[in-house]
């Protein structure tokens, strides 16, 4: 079968600043029958190892370190052989969860993921996290987006490492200049395009959110 997309739902919490969130995450294989990538390792490891099967597991990449995209990351690693990559700006915060496991490769704006006959295309975007990555592929037509860029607006600055203006700068020059029919995949919630959210860059602005 040729390489498709698979999201994965799983559900847990989000912690930063001293306040707790329940969150659902989504979790996205990309490949094929025979190899697969994990975008977000959140939560539930036994799920993502489910989802995964007897495929192989050739890389989890992390869009960013907040603990509810890498909390069942070393876990699923451990369980698969996969390395965890991870851009080295959010090292602080994946400190804050794994303090005393490191990721295995570091992430690099330009960078090609291969797999399964596709590249994902590293682009850092930070703002609601520093090492912040967005994954696309044109090939498939999609852009992975972690909380970088939802169906309405940017992710949320209002936390610690996070920064609104940078947020809007990435948005700005690295996903908005992609092709408007670009599917946005999301980190938490349903997909939207590039061409759904770019005529209201403006809005988010001034609203400053």
Known sequence: MAAHIERLVTTGQFSLDGGTWDV??????????????????????????????????????????????????????D???????????????????????????????????????IDLTVLHTPGHAPGAVCLHEPGLGVVFTGDTLFTGGPGATGRSYSHFPTIIDSIRDRLLTLPPETKVLTGHGDPTTIGAEAPHLQEWIERGH
């Open 24 to 77: 659902d995450n989504n979790v996205w294989l990309v490949g094929d029958d025979h190899e697969v990538v994990v975008i977000d390792a959140a939560h539930d490891a036994e799920a993502i190892v489910r989802a995964v099967g007897d495929r192989h597991l050739a890389a989890i990449v992390c869009t960013h370190a907040h603990n509810d995209h890498v909390n069942a990351a070393p876990a699923l690693a």
């Open 79 to 117: 369980r698969t052989g996969a390395v965890i990559w991870l851009h080295p700006d959010d090292l602080p915060l994946w400190k804050l969860t794994h303090p005393d496991r490191a990721p295995d490769r570091h992430l690099a704006d330009g960078q090609v993921i291969e797999v399964a006959g």
